[in-house]
């Protein structure tokens, strides 16, 4: 079965600095998506980014990238000129590819929360 | 447009009473999805239909019985829950469930339920 592992809790960062959030994850399937999805305090969970597996260019969104390692199984975002609205709960989540027995479940990380420091 | 509405926003019930949870998209997606989260933790999926038939119940009690009137518009009835049911409830769509690509789930704001 496949896992995601989000290793830090919390993070803090000041802002208009660069952060990086961690996320590994555990699977033998070859094609399968990651995606990172933000929840602010007003609770809704937001798309930031996703990745496509069997893209080697690491996605991008504005001031919101992705380094992803394959072969490490790491997917890690990084959140450039950090802004106080950039404060919220982070969730790494991996989806299979889709067939005939699978519904598009998302696996969620743990989650890390961000701080924006003023 | 990447909307998902619910309704209501906040709902406090006591063990006895029937209520019900509301979702909607206008989205043309032909798949969605509850969740319940609690504090600081990820979504657990509770539900999944696929045009408009349930594909996946994860062992959810009988209490939660989930309703997909249309396309557009999912339900969440909820009977004698308990006190450890209150939690943030969350409803998703996204294009086709049992598509290829990136087919991407999109989120509601939420129902924030307290059980008394």
């Known amino acids: 079965a496949q896992t995601v592992t989000q290793s830090q809790p919390e993070m803090s960062v000041q802002e208009a600095e660069t952060v990086t959030l961690s996320c590994t994850y555990d699977?033998?399937?070859?094609?399968?998506?990651l995606f990172w999805y933000k929840q602010p305090p007003s609770r809704q969970m937001i798309l930031v980014i996703r990745?496509?597996?069997?893209?080697?260019q690491n996605a991008t969104e504005n001031r919101f990238s992705v380094n992803f390692q394959k072969a490490a199984k790491s997917f890690s975002l990084k959140i450039s000129d950090s802004q106080l609205g950039d404060a919220a709960m982070y969730f790494c989540?991996?989806?299979?590819?889709?067939?005939?027995?699978?519904?598009?479940?998302?696996?969620f990380g743990q989650g890390t929360t961000l701080q924006v420091k003023p | 447009d990447t909307e998902v509405t619910q309704t209501p926003k906040h709902l406090v019930m006591g063990m006895t009473n029937k209520k019900s949870l509301k979702c909607e998209q206008h989205?043309?997606?032909?798949?969605m999805y509850w969740y319940k989260q609690k504090a600081k933790k990820p979504p657990e999926l509770m539900f999944v239909y696929s045009y408009e038939k349930l594909s996946i119940n994860e062992s959810v009690p009988s209490r939660f019985s989930p309703e997909c009137p249309n396309s557009s518009l999912l339900n969440l009835h909820l009977h004698a829950l308990q006190p450890e049911d209150s939690a943030l409830y969350l409803c998703?769509?996204?294009?086709?469930?049992?598509?290829?690509?990136?087919?991407?789930?999109?989120f509601g704001p939420g129902t924030r339920l307290t059980v008394l």
């Open positions: 990745q496509e597996a069997y893209k080697q």
């Open positions: 989540a991996y989806r299979s590819p889709m067939d005939s027995s699978n519904t598009g479940k998302l696996i």
């Open positions: 699977t033998s399937e070859s094609d399968y998506y």
């Open positions: 998703a769509s996204s294009q086709d469930a049992s598509g290829g690509g990136t087919d991407t789930q999109y």
């Open positions: 989205m043309g997606h032909r798949a």
